[in-house]
């Protein structure tokens, strides 16, 4: 097997007296789609903020590409090659599509980019992205005049215009329609399988996750209850009581109150 893109070790974070995240380890592996699932305030955010650099981590080991990620600003993580997207899409909405692109390429240059030879050479770079995401026809318009769908899809290209090895995504289908959030994460996989990137994504959407996810893991209270192929997990008893058998549990009392009618 080839070397992990993430390795995270025994990784802990307290806030006072909760246990936001207690003793997780895992590894993903270029071209995975790996789903971290798990009732709400279970700790998936905290997780990835703590691999995204954006919260200080309590206790652990984090690293990326074989190198170790720990007091490393999350500037210095995008640097190694770490896309991201969030709960809420981060995007600037005066600016147009592409222009939100090279923004991207203006960071990672030092905030120059739009000068001279670089800003034609992101342009370029920027249009070959959002062709990549479907997004080539919408490049002069502004972000403000764009349906959310849209533009959750442009905060995918700009987490790929890093070229990334690894993409975090946290709830990247948030606030979505249900169609629209199959064709995003369908589109996710398709490139992060093309260009081998591994992705790390939290998704409340059971539908999303099974269709999508080479792997997954859930967690529950802080700590890792199971880890492993979709089916598998699916079928686990302690999954199905903290979560997937929320369903369940519906089912039953829905049927309680027709049995009384
Ligand atoms: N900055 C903070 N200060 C205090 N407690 C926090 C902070 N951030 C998170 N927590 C607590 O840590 C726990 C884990 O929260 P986290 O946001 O990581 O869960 P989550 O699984 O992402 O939830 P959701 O699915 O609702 O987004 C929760 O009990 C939460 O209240």
Sequence with gaps: MTNALLEVEHLSKSY???????????????????????PNGAGKST?????????????G????????????????IFRLGVGRTFQVAQVFKSMTVRENVETVFASRDGGLG??????????TAAEEVLALTGMAEFAKRPC???????????????ALANDPKLLLMDEPAAGMAPLERVELMALTARIARER???VLFTEHDMDVVFAHADRMMVLNRG????????????????VRAVYLGEGLVYDQAAAARRADA
């Design 114 to 123: 739009f000068l001279g030879r670089a800003g034609s050479a992101h342009r």
């Design 61 to 76: 080991r984090i690293r990326i590409t074989g190198r170790d990620t720990i007091g490393l600003s999350p500037r210095q």
């Design 16 to 38: 006072g007296g909760v246990h936001a995240v207690e003793d997780v380890s895992f590894r993903l592996f270029a071209g995975e789609m790996l789903a971290l699932i798990g």
């Design 47 to 59: 997780c990835f903020n703590m691999v995204g650099g954006q919260i200080p981590v309590g206790a």
């Design 144 to 158: 403000a005049d764009m349906a959310y769908g849209d533009v959750k899809r442009l905060e995918l290209a700009m």
């Design 223 to 238: 700590r890792l209850i199971a880890e492993g192929a979709p089916e598998t997990v699916r079928r686990d008893p302690q």
């Design 196 to 198: 081998q990137i591994g």
